[in-house]
């Protein structure tokens, strides 16, 4: 069992900036990807950034230039560097991982981005 637990969500105002964490622990051998999606009100959940155990990353394009996925493999830690967010980026961010069949989910965080 992996257990993900998010912080770092909270409310800011247009432009601003986040960086959500995402801790990980438990059985965490042989994980081969992380990532954080994003599910807004009344949409479905969405990919938001990944990273491989390489280190390669994928962003949506919607996020792409603005957000940054990274990772602390001493702390077993994923971050999310949000920067310069808008309306549209309001959801709730989950932290997700996937190790041989089965995908871990954390219970999420809110990220409210208004004026």
């Known amino acids: 069992q992996v257990q993900l637990v998010e912080s770092g969500g909270g409310l800011v105002q247009p432009g601003g900036s986040l960086r959500l964490s995402c801790a990980a622990s438990?059985?965490?051998?042989?994980?081969?990807?992380m990532a954080w999606y994003r599910q807004a009100p009344g949409k479905q959940r969405e990919l938001v950034a990944a990273?491989?155990?390489?280190?390669?990353?994928n962003y949506a394009d919607s996020v792409k230039g603005r957000f940054t996925i990274s990772r602390d493999n001493n702390k077993n830690t994923v971050y999310l560097q949000m920067n310069s967010l808008q309306p549209e980026d309001t959801a709730v961010y989950y932290c997700?991982?996937?190790?041989?069949?089965?995908?871990?989910w954390g219970r999420g965080t809110q990220v409210t981005v208004s004026s």
């Open positions: 997700n991982a996937k190790q041989s069949i089965y995908d871990y």
């Open positions: 990273i491989t155990t390489g280190g390669s990353t």
């Open positions: 438990g059985s965490i051998f042989n994980i081969r990807a």
